[in-house]
C-alpha cells in the first residue's frame, strides 16, 4: 500500500533540504524564498512505497502569486498526509499558515525546524504544548543536521491526526497565545551574528562598498582561476589537435575529414573543457552567496532604485537568480505577486550575465583585455544599469505598470552547507556541460560545414563559403556597433542558439580574434551585445510558458534587441568620439536624441489625461492625481 506526503511551508523554511534528506535528490536549495517555484515528487529512500512531494512555499493559501497558486491548488485537491515545516526560529509568523492548514480537516504533522539554531540562542519550543494546541503530533527537527528525521517520518506515516479546528476570527489571538505558552528563553542570548554583519551589509552607506567588493570578487576569482586553468586545457587540447591531424594526414585521410574530426569535433570539446574552469569558479561562488543568504541582502541594497521602476524584492531576487543561469531566473519570477511586474522581471531577467555568458566574457577578457578582471565586473554592473534604464521605459507602458513594494523577506545568515553547494555545483555544471557540449558540437559541425562547402562543393577559400556569404549579407547591421565584419557577425548569430557558442565561432573562423576588432570600445560594445540581446533557446523557450502570450513573446525578443543595440552603439560611439573627435559626435548626437526622443514619446503616454488643461504641470510636480 503506497503512502502519499507532501511538504507545506513557509518560503525558506527549510522544506527543500528536507526533501532531499528523504527521497536522496539534489533539488535546488538556497537561502531566500522562492528557491522551489513548482512541486518536486520522489521517494523515500528507507521505503520505496511512500511518495515525498515538496511544494512552493507559501505565506497563505490564499496568496496570489503562481507557485503560491500551485502549492494551495495540491493541499486542496489530494488527500495526502500534510507535513507542514515550521522555522521555529520565526514562529509566529509561521503558524499562520498552521492555522490555515487545520482548517482543511485533513491528516498532518508538525515538524519544527532550525531545532540547532534555537539551541544555540538560547530559545526552547516546548513540542508537547504546540502538540495539544493543534491536536497533531509535532517534531523538533533540523534537516540541515539530519536530526529528528526518523520520528518524524514514523509520526507521518503512523501518528498522523487531523488537527483542532481553529476559528478563523481568533487565529492572531490563538497564535500569540500559543507562542507565549510554548515558547522559553532559557538563558539570555547574545546578540547574533546576523544582527552584526547586517549593520555593515545592509548599511545605506557602507553596504554598496561591500557589494561592489564582492561582486568585483566573484568575477576575479572567475577570471583569473578560472582563467588560469582553462588556458591550460585549452594549450593540451590544441596540441592534442595538432597530434592527430598530423596522424590523419599521415594515414591518407581527406582533407575535409581531418577538418572535420580537428576542426569541429576536438575543437568543440576542447571548447567545453577551456571554460569549464571558469563555470565551476562561478558556480560554486553564486552558490556560496545564495545559500548564506545574502543575495537576497544585495537585493534589499538594490531595492530603492528598483522601486522608481515599478519592482520589489522579489524581482531583484530572480535577477540575482539570473545570474546562475536565465532559466532559472525567469522559473523565479513566479514569486512575483503582481502579474504586470512578473511581466516586467521575465523580461528584464535575461540582462543578467548567466554563467554562460561570463564563460565567453572571460575568454575574450583574457584575449582582448590582458585578462582584466575589472572588464567582467564592469559588465555585471552594466546589465543593472541597463535593467534600471530601460526597466524605467518599460514600467511607463500600461501593461508593465503594476503594483510594486512587495515585502521582501531578509534570512538569517547561514554557513553553507558542504551538502547543499557541492550537490547544487554538480547539478548545476552536469547540465551545464550536458548543455553547452551538445550545442556547442552541433555549432562546431555546422560551422564547419558552411566554412567548408560553398556554391562549387568542398572548398579551401573561405570568402568562397556558405558561411562568408552569410555573414557578408548581415555584416552591416553591426557596422555602427565597431565590429561590421563577417566573422563577428556569424558569431552574433550562433549566439543566439547559445552564448557559449561565440567562443568556438570566433576561434574557428579566426586565427586571431583580437584583429577583428579596431579599438577596446568595439570589442566591449561585442561583449554589451551578447550580454543583452535576446538569450539562448532554452531561455527562451521558458520566457514562453511564463509570458503566455505569443505577442507578448515577439515583443520581448525585439525589445531586447534593441536594448542591446543601442547600448552597444552608444559604447561604441564614446570609442569613435575618442579616437576621432568631432568627426563622429554629430551621428552620435542625433542617435542620443532619437533614443531621448522615444524615452519621452513614452513617457507622455504615462501621464494623465488632462495634458492638455494643465500642461503636465501636475505630472512634474508629481501630485497624487496624476497617473504616473
Not at 527537527?141 to 514514523?154: E, F, P, Y
Not at 545568515?413 to 547543499?420: K, N, Q, T, Y
Not at 558540437?441 to 568542398?458: C, E, K, R, T
Not at 494623465?608 to 501630485?623: F, I, P, V
Request: aromatic share 10%; with cysteine; proline share 3%.
Amino acid at each position: 500500500m503506497s503512502i502519499d506526503l507532501c511538504l507545506a511551508g513557509n518560503p525558506n523554511c527549510g522544506k527543500t533540504t528536507l526533501y532531499n534528506l528523504l527521497t536522496g535528490k539534489t533539488e535546488k536549495v538556497g537561502n531566500r524564498a522562492g528557491v522551489t517555484v513548482e512541486s518536486k515528487a520522489g521517494r523515500y529512500k528507507k521505503d520505496k512505497t511512500i511518495t515525498v512531494t515538496d511544494l512552493p512555499g507559501a505565506y497563505s493559501l490564499k496568496s496570489g502569486s503562481s507557485d503560491e497558486r500551485i502549492a494551495a491548488k495540491h493541499i486542496l485537491s489530494s488527500s495526502q498526509t500534510v507535513i507542514n515545516v515550521v522555522d521555529g526560529t520565526n514562529l509566529t509568523r509561521n503558524l499562520r499558515l498552521t492555522c490555515e492548514l487545520t482548517r482543511l480537516n485533513v491528516p498532518m504533522v508538525i515538524a519544527i525546524n532550525f531545532s540547532d539554531e534555537l539551541q544555540k540562542t538560547g530559545v526552547k519550543i516546548d513540542a508537547a504544548t504546540l502538540s495539544e494546541r493543534f491536536g497533531v503530533p509535532v517534531v523538533m527537527i533540523s534537516a540541515r543536521k539530519n536530526t529528528g528525521i526518523d520520528q518524524l517520518m514514523t509520526a507521518a506515516v503512523k501518528n498522523a491526526r487531523k488537527p483542532h479546528f481553529i476559528d478563523p476570527y481568533k487565529t492572531e489571538k490563538f497564535i500569540t497565545e500559543t507562542v507565549e505558552k510554548s515558547l522559553s528563553v532559557t538563558r539570555k542570548a547574545d546578540e547574533m551574528f546576523t544582527d552584526k554583519a547586517d549593520k555593515i551589509l545592509m548599511h545605506r552607506i557602507w553596504g554598496i562598498p561591500v557589494f561592489v567588493a564582492i561582486i568585483f570578487g566573484v568575477y576575479f576569482l572567475t577570471t583569473t582561476v578560472g582563467g588560469f586553468f582553462g588556458d591550460k586545457i585549452s594549450g593540451i587540447m590544441e596540441r592534442f589537435g595538432d597530434f592527430i591531424a598530423e596522424t590523419l594526414k599521415q594515414s591518407g585521410a581527406k582533407e575535409w575529414f581531418i577538418g572535420l574530426i580537428t576542426g569541429a569535433l576536438i575543437k568543440g570539446v576542447g571548447a567545453v573543457l577551456a571554460f569549464l574552469p571558469q563555470i565551476l569558479v562561478l558556480f560554486f561562488l553564486l552558490e556560496i552567496i545564495e545559500e548564506s543568504g545574502y543575495l537576497a541582502r544585495a537585493a534589499f541594497l538594490m531595492d530603492g532604485i528598483m522601486e522608481k521602476i515599478g519592482l520589489g524584492g522579489k524581482s531583484l531576487v530572480a535577477f540575482g537568480v539570473s545570474c546562475g543561469c536565465a532559466v532559472s531566473g525567469i522559473m523565479t519570477t513566479r514569486t512575483v505577486d503582481d502579474e504586470k511586474q512578473r511581466r516586467l522581471t521575465v523580461y528584464l531577467s535575461p540582462f543578467m550575465p548567466c554563467g554562460a555568458k561570463t564563460a565567453v566574457f572571460a575568454w575574450l577578457t583574457g584575449l582582448l583585455f590582458g585578462g582584466n578582471p575589472l572588464i567582467c565586473a564592469s559588465l555585471y554592473f552594466l546589465s543593472i544599469i541597463t535593467v534600471a534604464i530601460f526597466g524605467a521605459i518599460l514600467h511607463r507602458l500600461n501593461k508593465f505598470r503594476g503594483v510594486s513594494g512587495s515585502v521582501m523577506e531578509i534570512p538569517v545568515l547561514r554557513a553553507p552547507s558542504f551538502r547543499g553547494v557541492f550537490g547544487a555545483l554538480k547539478d548545476k555544471t552536469a547540465d551545464f556541460v550536458l548543455k553547452a557540449g551538445s550545442v556547442i558540437f552541433l555549432v562546431s559541425a555546422v560551422i564547419w560545414f558552411l566554412q567548408s562547402f560553398g556554391v562549387n562543393g568542398y572548398t579551401n577559400e573561405v570568402t568562397e563559403s556558405f558561411l562568408f556569404i552569410i555573414g557578408d549579407k548581415i555584416k552591416f547591421l553591426f557596422a555602427p556597433l565597431g565590429f561590421g565584419n563577417w566573422q563577428a557577425s556569424v558569431a552574433v548569430v550562433t549566439s543566439a542558439v547559445a552564448k557559449e557558442a561565440v567562443i568556438q565561432t570566433l576561434s574557428m573562423v579566426s586565427d586571431n580574434p583580437a584583429a577583428l576588432f579596431s579599438s577596446g570600445f568595439s570589442a566591449y560594445a561585442f561583449m554589451a551585445f551578447i550580454l543583452l540581446a535576446p538569450p539562448c533557446f532554452a531561455a527562451l523557450s521558458t520566457a514562453y510558458r511564463e509570458l503566455k502570450s505569443g505577442k507578448d513573446f515577439c515583443f520581448m525578443i525585439a525589445f531586447q534587441f534593441i536594448a542591446a543595440y543601442i547600448v552597444a552603439f552608444v559604447i561604441n560611439g564614446i570609442g569613435e568620439i575618442i579616437k576621432y573627435g568631432a568627426t563622429f559626435l554629430p551621428l552620435t548626437i542625433a542617435a542620443v536624441g532619437l533614443i531621448i526622443s522615444i524615452i519621452i514619446l513614452i513617457k507622455r503616454r504615462g501621464c494623465c489625461e488632462n495634458c492638455s488643461m494643465c500642461g503636465r504641470k501636475q505630472c512634474r510636480t508629481k501630485k497624487a492625481n496624476t497617473t504616473i
